[in-house]
């Protein structure tokens, strides 16, 4: 962590994917939006104070109406 890191923040590694382009891949075609890596699980690091921040943070950019699914939220150390 870096030096200028808020200590009351908690970094959380969410892994998700897109179950659209999920669909799309097994049927043989790319989503008109999103790359096809999205069918597999992607990591991606969040600071928040809690696990329901974090996880508020991850639907602004990655939303659920998008086809966005949390697979797993793990609080790293």
Known sequence: MSAFTDHR????EVELHNQAVRECVKENRSHDI????????????VAACDEMKALAMIENTYPSS?????????RLV
Do not use: I, M, P, Y
């Open 9 to 12: 923040q908690t970094v959380f």
């Open 66 to 74: 998008d086809g966005f699914v949390v697979d797993h939220v793990k």
């Open 34 to 45: 999103f790359d096809d890596r999205w069918a597999d699980v992607q990591t991606r690091e």
